[in-house]
């Protein structure tokens, strides 16, 4: 009497069906590793003019529109109460710069084509402050928020950089305001909790309390132009052709003519 097992033949070998199901599973395997690898995000060399990313690419000729407007500043006002210490701080801030590339970046161009330059680590950063704890209640608040403001909304300079700013307003000795402005080229809404949450992590514990990052946004600028290219950008645009095809067109009124 002959024991086969399921899929084998009496001779105790794999049917035909099943090797060549093996092979197919193998070479699918394969494939789909391939097209990952190709989709991975990975590093780029820093070195000469990066590119930048579709997104940077709209800001920053939204920029060159109006480079005076603080209509993309993104800032933010952190209260700190209780005892600080300013160069643990300052540190901190210089920590969380040394993280992220992005918040020593430039943006420059060549011809009308923007590209990103990202400066080297600094060794410190810079961290003014203003005392206004010797000036009375009302005086002081008219004060502050005024300095606020002027911070908020003061231009950057997307060619020279930096692209973020830093002051600390000091209220009293224990009460103090951390004044962060960054450009919307290099932040959204997302990355202000990422930044407070990290900055108070670097100040408690200094740079080993992070992961290092694998990618950063140079990387995955890379990443998107390689994908917007050539096969990539016409299978995009013969997907939505697809896609909307048949699809009427929308008459919107508008309030006043194009």
């Not at 209780?82 to 160069?87: E, F, I, K, Q, V």
């Not at 590209?115 to 402050?129: C, R």
């Not at 009293?172 to 997302?190: N, Q, S």
Request: with cysteine.
């Amino acid at each position: 009497m002959s024991m086969t097992g399921p899929g084998e033949t009496s001779t105790g070998t794999a049917s035909l069906s099943d090797i060549k199901r093996a092979l197919l599973d193998a070479k699918l395997t394969r494939q789909r590793a391939e097209a990952a690898e190709r989709n991975r995000i990975a590093p780029v060399p820093r070195t000469g003019r990066l590119q930048v990313s579709d997104q940077q690419r709209h800001l920053w000729t939204l920029h060159q529109l109006a480079p005076g407007q603080p209509v993309y500043n993104v800032p933010f006002v952190l209260r700190l109460r209780g005892t600080l210490d300013t160069t643990a701080l300052a540190g901190a801030l210089r920590g969380l710069v040394a993280r992220h590339e992005a918040l020593r970046t430039r943006f420059g161009s060549e011809h009308g084509v923007p590209y990103q330059s990202v400066d080297d680590t600094p060794a410190s950063w810079p961290l003014p402050v203003t005392d206004l704890s010797g000036l009375p209640d009302g005086e002081r608040d008219d004060r502050s928020r005024a300095l606020v403001e002027s911070r908020a909304r003061a231009p950057f300079d997307l060619e020279n950089g930096p692209v973020f700013r830093t002051d600390l307003l000091r209220l009293a000795a224990d009460d103090h305001l951390l004044v962060l402005c960054l450009h919307h080229i290099v932040t959204d809404g997302w990355s202000v909790g990422i930044v407070t949450r990290e900055l108070a992590a670097l100040y408690g514990s200094g740079d080993a309390s992070l992961p290092e990052l694998a990618v950063q946004p140079a990387d995955h600028a890379a990443w998107q132009r390689r994908r917007l290219s050539g096969d990539g950008l016409r299978n995009q645009i013969d997907y939505w052709r697809t896609t909307l095809a048949g699809v009427p067109a929308i008459d919107f009124p508008t309030d006043r003519p194009r």
